[in-house]
């Protein structure tokens, strides 16, 4: 399911505090991966985050998804919390992180509910409040994010929601909710495994992949607008039609990794 500024900002961009450009429009070059070691780095990530850095490539993401300090987040289907670790410490100490886990998810297999809830349990004050990250609970279809954000991050979770066993149309609704909990300007990164061209809704149950003409389709039917692709996931040797979870192409899958934006003009 499951780019740096001039010497005059290197501290703030390498502590992941709030730098001039932080209120500044975003430009290609404020945004490197350099600008969030503070948050890759971060002591109490677990071994097991780590290990996967390399694959996941956390910080070519983070600058991809344009992740500022202050910033109101949304962690959509958070599975076991890694994006949300490395999103409480790269939002800094104003930011919020609202880490969304599917009702559907953890009925499905429980461990989901205690994965979210370590993960936020460091974020807490003395008396066990969540500060700054959020853990948040519901329908798939219908997370009830409780301020508008400024971004949305789905890591390998676009596929399941047209997953057989949820309801029919699940896909429009919730990517509907997710365009209604952004900013108007709001960005919505979506990161998948590729499947094969034309394969459609189908092949998330037999393959847990994404057409990207069906993800397309439906992403821009809910209003949101393709700014930019990245390469960052490619792997032409995989010839995408293997189950992602097949021992032989896990952790090494083609996939795609999208920035979408709600307009600026959006009601």
């Known amino acids: 399911m499951r780019r740096f500024l001039g010497l005059a900002l290197a501290l703030g961009v390498l502590t992941g505090c709030g730098s001039a450009d932080d209120a500044a429009p975003a430009r290609a070059d404020a945004f490197s991966p350099s600008r969030y070691a503070a948050a890759i780095n971060d002591?109490?990530?677990?071994?097991?985050d780590r290990e996967a850095d390399a694959q996941r490539k956390p910080g070519e993401l983070l600058a991809f998804a344009q992740i500022r300090s202050g910033e109101a987040v949304g962690d959509y289907i958070m599975g076991g919390g890694y994006m949300t670790r490395l999103l409480a410490q790269a939002t800094g100490g104003s930011g919020r992180v609202y880490a969304f886990q599917p009702d559907e998810f953890i009925a499905f297999r429980p461990e989901y509910a205690s994965e979210q809830d370590a993960a936020v349990a460091p974020y807490a004050d003395n008396e066990g409040n969540?500060?700054?990250?959020?853990?948040?609970?519901?329908?798939?279809?219908?997370?009830?994010?409780?301020?508008?954000?400024?971004a949305i991050i789905s890591v390998m979770n676009l596929h399941d929601l047209y997953l057989a066993s949820l309801p029919e149309g699940t896909a429009d609704t919730a990517l509907a909710a997710l365009y209604a909990a952004l900013k108007p300007g709001g960005r919505l990164i979506v990161v998948d495994h590729r499947a094969p061209p034309g394969s459609g809704a189908a092949a998330a149950d037999s393959l847990h992949r994404m057409d990207e003409a069906l993800a397309r389709t439906a992403l821009e039917t809910a209003g949101f607008v393709l700014e930019a692709e990245s390469d960052l996931y490619t792997r032409p040797d995989d010839p995408r039609t293997a189950n992602v979870f097949d021992a032989a192409i896990r952790g090494r899958t083609d996939q795609f990794a999208w920035r979408l934006r709600k307009p600026e003009n959006a009601q």
């Open 130 to 150: 969540p500060v700054r990250v959020f853990p948040l609970r519901g329908p798939v279809a219908a997370p009830d994010f409780p301020e508008p954000l400024d």
């Open 43 to 48: 002591i109490a990530r677990p071994a097991a």
